[in-house]
């Protein structure tokens, strides 16, 4: 079965350090992956996604996700993190180019301390 | 945030109650999406639309009722809930399937009493 894993419920970063928000993928063919956010009582926001290509994809402010085929993962990075990072991130699938249905992870909750 | 808009933004609704949540995109976009998104759960995907046909339907209950007239609305009409139907339901528009990412509405809070 096709799937997407985010292991933490929940990541607490002080703010200026690096912050990582994991995700793992379980699909047959190729992925899209997408990273996606959300702020209290707002709809998700695309923050970035891995087609093709490059590894390393950067995204809007200033998140950015390395995708590693061999271990299945694409986690989301930011160098430095700003207590306005604190929201709701989703990771989420694709699987073939003439899909619309995505799956999602469960989402992990990252709260940046000042 | 003002290219998908949704309608009302909380509903408070009896089970016996009729009422329908509405999805306007003004992004141009072919395709919309209504999704069920509550506590601690995968987003549900329940039904696309891609050019005002149904493309997927995900073994939604019956009682949830879509509706694209055209490309730029969607509705959702609702009938004979149940409390466990309580959720935030989200609408969502793509230019496509595939590579292409959503951009989403804010949702509508519903509750069931």
């Known amino acids: ?114 | 945030e003002t290219g998908v808009t949704q309608t009302p933004r909380h509903l408070v609704m009896g089970m016996t109650n009729k009422k329908s949540l509405k999805c306007e995109q003004h992004l141009g976009h072919n395709a919309m999406y209504w999704y069920k998104q509550s506590a601690k759960k995968p987003l549900e995907l329940m039904f696309v639309y891609s050019l005002e046909e149904r493309v997927e339907n995900n073994s939604v209950p019956s009682r949830f009722s879509p509706e694209c007239p055209n490309s730029s609305h969607l509705f959702l009409h609702l009938h004979t809930l149940q409390p466990e139907d309580s959720a935030l339901y989200l609408c969502a528009s793509s230019q496509g399937p595939g590579t292409y990412e959503q951009y989403f509405g804010p949702g509508t809070r519903l509750t069931v009493t």
């Not at chain 1, 047959?28 to 009582?41: A, D, K």
């Not at chain 1, 271990?71 to 306005?84: E, I, N, R, Y």
């Not at chain 1, 990771?91 to 619309?100: I, L």
């Open chain 1, 1 to 114: 079965a096709q799937s997407v894993a985010q292991p933490e419920d929940q990541v607490n970063v002080a703010e200026g350090n690096p912050l990582t928000v994991k995700c793992t993928y379980s699909v047959s063919g190729n992925p899209y992956l997408f990273w996606y956010v959300q702020y209290p009582n707002r709809g998700l926001q695309f923050l970035l996604k891995y087609i093709t290509g490059d590894n390393l994809v950067k995204g809007s402010y200033g998140f950015e996700a390395e995708f590693n085929k061999s271990q299945t993962s694409f986690h989301l990075k930011k160098p430095s993190a700003l207590v306005s990072d604190s929201a709701l991130y989703f990771c989420a699938v694709r699987v073939g180019s003439g899909t619309y249905k995505y799956i999602f992870g469960t989402g992990t909750r990252l709260k940046v301390l000042a």
